[in-house]
């Protein structure tokens, strides 16, 4: 509506300036003209009359003319004004839909391909691309219209070199609307794509640079001011939508480590979970296998007191009731009867001993540990046919008696499975003593075994949980190595403050 108003308003005043002063003229003349002269019939000679044919003739049409000329330069003005608010609404619009367009997602190479396609149709352009700052360096991430050279040649750019490089570096617009007369650019890869007139416009955000956009023709192009300014303003504008699409990928990242350090989180409790499931079965096992062996071993010595005390015992008591009866006939016998109930009585001790000894050996609690499996080792020695050696670092020293009898049964169970299972014929049993712990070592040079393979026969498997749960239960660790043909390493560590 003010266009259609103001445009001929202007060219009317441009014209009427100069016509209407005229015509006022003419009147003016004709009216003094046919007043004067041919109703009077003689020629105008008073000064009232030669003022008023000055006042109408001159003077009017000057003040109507200097009227008009002011109006018309008033209206170009106003036209002036309300194109360059024509314009800014444009850009504000263009910007607008340039701004909803990439906005509309949040993924980078959309964002980034949406932003030149939008850029390209605003210059009316074929040619360009995006780069992108990152470590010091432009990285073509989309391009139009270029061809497979360019963007291998121009994959990476320098900041400061090239256009693009300048663009970064500077923060400001560079164009050149002729490569052909320009000395700078006249080499670049610009010029050997055939392009006549390059632009790139820094994308910024409110602190820096974050990369560059390249728009090209291959015929000169003026690039105006307002179309400057307008790619400055979508700079500015992309950038914010780069950075956000950014902080949108670190977002998506993050959480995407967050979910997989979930779920590996609750792996890992679904796995302790089975694990705590599985050693509370082992656990019962372990138990289990120790009733049993409990209840075997109790069998064992009441069979042994039924079979070797007991039988003792009544020879002893036969042999007494002889001393009795021989001190009334035979006197000479007496004595060697009592000899015989004697030597009787000393077995029915080593019996009691040996018994006593496999429930708890006395010489733990009477001497300590050291002296308990010195001990040990040699009744290992001579029924078993294995050379044990006990070797000693440090100064040995008591400790909790619950710590004391688990390193016992754990050194016992290692010794009875070298028996039992390693075919060795040398077993070295080496104690460490420190200020805060014991470190036992089993070593034997026999077959060893596969332990993955002996975690799963049940009967091997649960002497070996035994004694690990004999470990940890007193603060300790155990551990095991083996391979098959080379021998087994038991380390033990306990705790002795």
Not at 14 to 32: H, M, N
Not at 252 to 270: D, H, S
């Amino acid at each position: 509506m003010n266009e259609r108003l103001h445009a001929p308003m202007s060219r009317l005043l441009s014209s009427s300036r100069w016509i209407i002063p005229l015509i006022l003229c003419l009147l003016g003349t004709a009216y003094v003209y046919w007043e004067n002269i041919i109703l009077d019939g003689y020629l105008p000679t008073s000064p009232q009359t030669v003022l008023g044919f000055f006042l109408l003739t001159l003077c009017s049409p000057l003040l109507t003319m200097f009227t008009l000329h002011w109006a018309y330069r008033a209206a170009l003005l106003s036209e002036a004004v309300e194109e360059k608010r024509e314009q800014e609404n444009q850009h504000l619009a263009t910007l607008n839909k340039i701004g909803d367009e990439i906005n509309q997602s949040l993924e980078l190479d959309v964002v980034l391909n949406r932003t030149i396609d939008r850029v390209l149709e605003l210059m009316s352009l074929q040619s360009g691309g995006v780069r992108l700052l990152e470590n010091g360096q432009l990285i073509l991430r989309t391009s139009r219209q270029v061809s497979n050279n360019f963007v291998e040649s121009e994959k990476i750019v320098p900041l400061g070199q090239c256009l693009c490089g300048q663009a970064a570096q500077t923060g400001q617009l560079i164009a050149v609307e002729d490569l052909g007369k320009s000395s700078t650019y006249a080499n670049t890869t610009c010029a050997c794509e055939k392009f006549q007139s390059v632009l790139s416009v820094p994308v910024r955000t409110a602190e820096r640079v974050v990369g560059v956009i390249h728009v090209a023709s291959q015929v000169p192009r003026v690039f105006s001011t307002d179309e400057r300014a307008l790619l400055m303003a979508v700079g500015h504008q992309v950038g914010v939508a780069i950075e956000k699409a950014r902080l949108h990928a670190q977002l998506k990242a993050l959480n995407q480590q967050l979910e997989q350090r979930v779920i590996g989180r609750t792996r890992e409790l679904v796995d302790a979970k089975e694990e705590l499931m599985r050693k509370a079965d082992a656990l019962h096992q372990v138990l289990t296998e120790e009733r049993r062996i409990e209840e075997k071993t109790r069998a064992h010595i009441a069979h042994d007191l039924h079979d070797s005390v007991q039988q003792l015992i009544i020879g002893a008591m036969f042999e007494t009731q002889a001393a009795r009866d021989s001190m009334n006939k035979h006197p000479e016998n007496a004595e060697q009867r009592l000899i015989a109930a004697q030597l009787l009585l000393r077995q029915i001790e080593t019996e009691m001993r040996s018994a006593i000894y496999s429930l708890r050996p006395t010489a733990l609690d009477a001497h300590g540990l050291v002296p308990a499996l010195r001990e040990y080792a040699l009744g290992f020695a001579q029924h078993s046919g294995v050379e044990c050696n006990v070797s000693v670092e440090g100064i040995p020293r008591r400790f909790n008696p619950d710590g004391e009898v688990a390193v016992f049964r754990i050194v016992q169970e290692a010794l009875h499975n070298v028996e039992t299972h390693a075919a060795a014929q040398h077993v070295q049993l080496h104690l460490m003593w420190n200020v805060r712990d014991l470190h036992a070592e089993i070593l034997d040079n026999g077959c060893g075994f596969d332990l993955a393979e002996v975690t799963n026969q049940t009967r091997t498997h649960l002497g070996l949980i035994g004694m690990q749960e004999r470990a940890e239960a007193v603060g300790g660790t155990l551990k095991i190595t083996s391979h098959s043909g080379e021998g087994t390493r038991i380390s033990l560590r306990v705790p002795v403050n």
